[in-house]
């Protein structure tokens, strides 16, 4: 079951996967130059929408938590990808030490935990998980769905090394983004971090991944002969606010305008008849707290006490002092009537699959990632590596590959991103 | 379906396949050290025998031909991992042209040709066929049983490239052994060859292979805790042998016999009551021409002249001049009666999927890849990297790994070879 693509205006999408599917091996030939040149993130997931007239990603997540979404059929395929991204970052490792997020009744994140660990296992490794959390004294053992469990183990720091009970890690990976920080725990340590400390939310910046992604889609859209703007969303940020205090309104508000002056020029190009509109976010952090759908500069002036303490506070308590105006993309995949966003997985520069979060109780113009929102996952069916020249450019195989293409350039820009952020 | 495994003698190879199970992050720790020592071959298959004391490879074929036998859900897994093989060999090519066999009526060979057309066309390659076969003087179009078409174009050297019409590959892909020599069209090329050239039949030896297998059997049994001859047969060689002229026909007992005493000294240290015996080969050439079974050095020296005509000609006519003689290792698989033999398939180091020979009128001391033989082609079911150290040493996705970890350890023998034969 694929989600069907709701929009009259699929015009300019067939045409873009059409110019894909036909500049396919100059893309892929770009893409190697490319991987000869930035290492790719260990892993990685990203967040598409897909407009029709427009397919562009609109989150990077470098600390993936979907991995039990994925099609049970392509494990094979993470595990593969898995060797290649530990033979790359990691050669000499036989034991992995895993730091998920501080859940622990999450029982859908400690299915990601689980499948994560499952893949790094079949990969080769010795694998044991590590939590930050201060209530773990003692290995705990949680129960899974599907029958299986979860061991939790205390984390001990000796000296400039992480241990575990009988257990000595050659490498650490995290699965937690560090929205809350760093913790002190994790700071100066010997044995390596994958993915490094600075990919976490700690340091990490939107703005600073979708500059990047400016730079490639760019250079993409030449190698492919199309209009950037047709994957890539405008963006602007703004500096330092205070939604309590109100500093930084009016910076906002021109930002605002700015875009959607833009974007409805760009409208007007294609013909769309929709309204044009921006996401107001935090710079850094994830989980979609603090999320705004903004069709007009007015709407970020007068914001009143609610809207202003939801906008204030995302994941972990942090504040929002830094914010991204992003061009907002429809979603115009639906089915049965629910909205449907990509999600794709990737480790090290490989797809392994995806995923829709299906949302019923959501709009187009919203984002599905939002708190709260207990979205069904929908397994891509097909890998994302199988595109069908012989195909219409909207089947499956090839919108799937699509998918692919335009989730590795966010990758190659998370690359880029963290070339530029490492001290 | 999984074939059976019909020994009373299945200790040992649980023991085996446990031993692998158990050292399995040593195993991939070690493989990924050694990979970053050698390069791999672009792509290989290793014929297996399993009789349950022992799991050994007994053919590394540098040509593989058999893509199409392949589990068709393994094919996202192919194209990974052409992906990183193009990525490694040859990074910049975009057009690749594939010189397969001078077959045109094989129908299963050219379901092979057109499998593997097919991966590394979604790999991202511009793939066209050139056909070295003097008949193909214009664009030859071929019908497959599943309704697809296989088109043979003529190669045009210009200078030192290879062209077709309007078509100016970056590099050529080679899916012919070269057993009948190196074509003088082939000689002097600028453009890459892969795998190269010594990779042929022309200048390889078997002997050359499994000397480079003993080396990194020995390695690896220290690291897995085992005794080597359970992944190795043994093997020695007999220079220039001429059966017709009856020329080292004496070098050649003497080698059997000597041959014949090891085996049986193993077989008594393990028990098995089974007849010793070893297989008798050319050590150039593949197709299993000129192979004998062979259980007392006297067989080798009274040959009739059927026998002296069978054991003379392989491949393309060409003369065998050296002999290998190795361990036959039995095979004890078997599926509905019928003898049952794995090959696995690799892609750079990637193991993609394999599938068993199964033939019913051969014997278990038989060689299943010899002429006239039309075995079944079984897919292995499940993938060869999906390890279950929760389940039972013999349990299909362990007993693949297993074969795995074995062809790669024959794949590495080949990167070893292909090192020390390069000019």
Chains 1, 2 share one sequence.
Not at 253 to 280: H, P, T
Not at 337 to 366: C, I, K
Request: hydrophobic share 40%; proline share 6%; glycine share 6%.
């Amino acid at each position: 079951m694929v989600p069907h693509l709701t929009t009259a205006l699929t015009g300019p999408l067939l045409a873009l996967e059409q110019h894909i599917l036909d500049s396919q091996p100059r893309i892929e030939q770009w893409f190697r130059s490319k991987w000869q040149e930035y290492n790719a993130p260990f892993y990685a997931s990203v967040d598409l929408r897909n407009a029709g007239f427009k397919l562009a990603p609109v989150d990077t997540n470098l600390f993936p938590g979907g991995f039990n979404n994925l099609n049970k059929a392509f494990l094979p395929l993470c595990v593969q990808a898995a060797m290649s991204a530990v033979e790359k970052i990691c050669p000499v490792a036989q034991r992995f030490l895993l730091i998920p997020e501080n859940h622990t009744r999450n029982i859908f994140y400690l299915q990601n935990v689980a499948q994560l660990a499952t893949i790094l296992r079949h990969a080769g490794l010795h694998v044991r998980i590590g939590s930050l959390l201060p209530e773990i004294t003692a290995p705990t053992v949680l129960d899974l769905p599907d029958g299986q469990t979860l061991t939790l183990e205390p984390i001990r720091r000796e000296g400039d090394k992480l241990k575990l009970d009988g257990f000595e890690p050659c490498a650490i990976v995290l699965n937690n983004d560090l929205s809350a920080g760093i913790p002190e725990i994790l700071q100066g340590l010997k044995q390596p971090i994958i993915p490094p400390l600075h990919a976490g939310w700690a340091t990490r910046r939107k703005s600073q991944h979708f500059s990047a992604y400016d730079q490639v889609s760019t250079e993409f859209s030449q190698i492919a002969h199309i209009d950037p703007w047709l994957i890539n969303p405008y963006f602007a940020s703004c500096g330092k606010i205070n939604f309590h205090e109100r500093h930084g309104e009016e910076c906002l508000a021109a930002a605002v305008d700015e875009l959607l002056k833009d974007i409805r020029e760009k409208y007007r190009e294609y013909g769309v008849k929709n309204d044009a509109f921006v996401i107001v976010k935090a710079d850094a952090g994830t989980y979609g707290m603090g999320i705004m759908t903004v069709k007009d500069a007015s709407e970020v002036t007068g914001l009143n006490r609610k809207q202003r303490n939801k906008m204030s506070v995302i994941k972990e308590g942090q504040q929002v002092s830094e914010v991204i105006i992003q061009e907002g993309v429809y979603t115009f995949e639906s089915i049965n009537g629910a909205v449907a966003e990509p999600v794709v997985y990737m480790m090290d520069h490989f797809v392994v699959g995806g995923f829709y979060r299906v949302h019923t109780s959501r709009g187009q113009d919203e984002n599905l990632n939002a708190p709260g929102m207990h979205f069904v996952p929908l397994a891509f069916e097909t890998s994302c590596t199988l595109p069908d020249c012989a195909a219409g450019p909207d089947t499956p195989p090839n919108r799937f590959y699509a998918y692919g293409v335009v989730a590795r350039l966010a990758l190659l820009a998370a690359a880029i991103e963290l070339e530029n952020t490492a001290q």
